[in-house]
């Protein structure tokens, strides 16, 4: 059976490489492999979502669900220091491809962690969610992502999903909007959505 990039345990031999690619106005060194999304560089869709993620107004801890070799968490990481991050994903040898891109480029301010979707996130709360969902996952799980995100927001914090037009951006953001009782298209190119949801503070 082929391996997916959500395959916990990749079989496909390890060949990691190196190359450098420029983020933010920062150039970052990154380590991939074989087994991995996008491994010979930063994919379109997250490069979106980088350029167009703004800070969350309230205070938090941030979480890449879904982290890669951590191209996403790592980039803004460096652009809000005084952010910590977490970076997640159900794939071994992504995570630890991302741990070493953090040191090789000297990005302190995170915490990975293996883990399908919340699993070992169970008393974690955030002020920002981003995700590149796994698209060949199927349906259920992106939206099952979009539940669960729901519930680890802190009041006031915001889901920030890519995903193209083709793959389901329209009912995605249905699905947005049904759950959250918003959901913007934020930004749109080349085919790709940039979808956010705020969490509603019932107190505000």
Known sequence: MPDHYFSRHPHSKSSPKSWEY??????????TDHGVFSKNEVDFGSRILIDTFKEPQ???????????????????????????FYLTDVNERAVTL?????????????TFQLSDR???LADKTFAAVLTNPPIR??????YQIFEDSYRYLNPSGT??????KK?????????LMERFGNAEVTTKKKGYHI?????VDPNS
């Open 167 to 175: 793959q389901g951006a329209p009912s995605a953001q249905a699905k």
């Open 159 to 164: 889901l920030w999903v890519v995903i193209q």
């Open 137 to 142: 996952a199927g349906k259920k799980i992106v």
């Open 98 to 110: 991302a741990e070493h891109n953090a040191k090789q480029n000297n990005i302190t301010n995170v």
């Open 118 to 120: 919340f699993e070992q």
């Open 58 to 84: 309230i205070e938090g801890e941030i979480l890449d669900l879904g982290c890669g070799y951590g191209p996403v968490g790592l980039s803004l990481a460096k652009t809000f220091p005084n952010r910590h």
């Open 22 to 31: 420029k983020l933010k106005g920062n150039v970052f060194t990154f380590t």
């Open 195 to 199: 979808l956010v949801s705020k969490k």
